[in-house]
């Protein structure tokens, strides 16, 4: 069966400080895909990572992706409290090739 | 470009009752899925299309159905409700898949469904 496990699910940090969300995915797969969610709203597209090595950023966010150990970061620069939110990320699997696998999301909440 | 829409935003069934969402999209996109979201659960795929006239299951089709008689409509039924369907219902639409393109999926506002 196919996992895509994020951790921590939970996170508070402080302003200003930096960290770095983890997705574990057990099946190859040649993209992956992190997505941000505010509370009661949609999901929103905020990288996609095609290659092994591929590095995407996008102000205090810095995605990556390591194919060969399943693994991509999710690393916050100097968080700010805009940056509160539910993020996801999604495993393409090249198996199937039509569906997506989402991670259960880590829960950001930024303290001023 | 309204992108993807969900009729209706805000449902309230009593057990048993059914109810067809509508999902939308105008980008022109082949496939097409539906999804719940719980909390602690993520998002969970419950069936999904990849053509107009094709639908397939995903990991929690028990107690749904759905049709794409046109590209551009996925339709959601439920036939008779049942209170662990209370969830907020996520449509997605992406373009075929291909290597030169990002193909990420593009999501409608959601339908919070309770059934009593």
């Known amino acids: 069966e196919l996992k895509v496990e994020q951790n921590p699910l939970f996170l508070s940090m402080q302003e200003g400080k930096n960290y770095t969300i983890y997705c574990n995915y057990s099946?190859?797969?040649?993209?992956l895909y992190w997505y941000r969610q505010d509370p009661g709203k949609s999901l929103e597209s905020l990288f996609v990572?095609?290659?092994?090595?591929a590095v995407k950023q996008e102000g205090r966010l810095m995605a990556s992706l390591d194919t060969k150990a399943r693994l991509s970061t999710l690393h916050i620069t100097a968080a700010v409290h805009d940056l509160s939110a539910t993020y996801f990320c999604?495993?393409?699997?090249?198996?199937?090739?039509?569906?997506?696998?989402f991670g259960t999301g880590t829960s950001l909440t930024v303290i001023p | 470009n309204a992108g993807v829409t969900q009729t209706p935003k805000f449902r309230v069934l009593k057990t048993g009752q059914s109810m067809t969402l509508l999902c939308a999209q105008d980008m022109n996109h082949e496939y097409m899925y539906w999804y719940r979201q719980d909390p602690g659960m993520g998002l969970r795929l419950i069936h999904y299309s990849v053509g107009e006239g094709t639908t397939a299951k995903g990991e929690v089709p028990d107690g749904y159905n759905v049709s794409r008689l046109k590209k551009q409509n996925f339709l959601l039924g439920l036939e008779s409700a049942a209170p662990s369907q209370t969830s907020v219902y996520f449509c997605a639409s992406r373009r075929l898949r291909d290597y030169s393109s990002y193909n990420e999926q593009f999501f409608g506002p959601g339908t919070r469904l309770t059934v009593l």
């Open positions: 990572l095609l290659s092994n090595g």
């Open positions: 999604a495993v393409d699997a090249t198996v199937t090739g039509n569906q997506f696998y």
């Open positions: 099946t190859t797969s040649d993209r």
